[in-house]
Every structure is written in C-alpha cells, then in structure tokens.
C-alpha cells in the first residue's frame, strides 16, 4: 500500500507476565524491519498503557511525514 505508514502495534501488553508465548522482541524488530513499519510498540487497553504514546506518535508521523523522507525512513 504506497504512502500508507505502517506501525506495529502488540496488543495485551498488561498479560505479558502470565502469557506462556510471548513474542520475543528479536522477533518484533525483524518483522518491523521487513514490512517497512515506522516503529513497533505495545498497549494495552484494560491498563491504559501507552495508548496515548501511539497516538502522539502516528500524529507526529501524519504530520510531518517529510521528516521521515528527509531521514530516508522506510515506513510510507
């Protein structure tokens, strides 16, 4: 999808202690490397963690996505 930024995004972060497989954060910046992503974060909605950080940051990227093409940032 051209001129789409992706963002990886984990979700349940609050069950990451009581999860038997979790995602190993090799595995996370793998992925975020070969689908173009932005960046990679985790959430979580029953804590209301970090929510808000995404939020600001896919703001950020809309924004001013030049600042990623200055930096050659692979995510459009």
Same mark, same amino acid.
């Given at each position: 999808?051209?001129?789409?930024?992706?963002?990886?995004?984990?979700?349940?972060?609050?069950?990451?202690?009581?999860?038997?497989?979790?995602?190993?954060?090799?595995?996370? &910046?793998?992925?975020?490397?070969?689908?173009?992503? @932005? %960046?990679?974060?985790?959430?979580?909605?029953?804590?209301?963690?970090?929510?808000?950080?995404?939020?600001?940051?896919?703001?950020?990227?809309?924004?001013?996505? &030049?600042?990623?093409?200055?930096?050659?940032?692979? @995510? %459009?």
């Amino acid at each position: 999808m051209p001129n789409v930024p992706l963002v990886l995004v984990g979700t349940k972060n609050d069950l990451k202690y009581r999860a038997r497989n979790t995602v190993q954060i090799d595995d996370v &910046e793998r992925v975020t490397f070969e689908i173009g992503a @932005c %960046f990679h974060t985790v959430c979580s909605a029953v804590l209301d963690s970090d929510i808000q950080f995404l939020m600001i940051q896919i703001a950020q990227i809309l924004k001013e996505p &030049e600042k990623l093409l200055k930096k050659k940032k692979k @995510c %459009f």
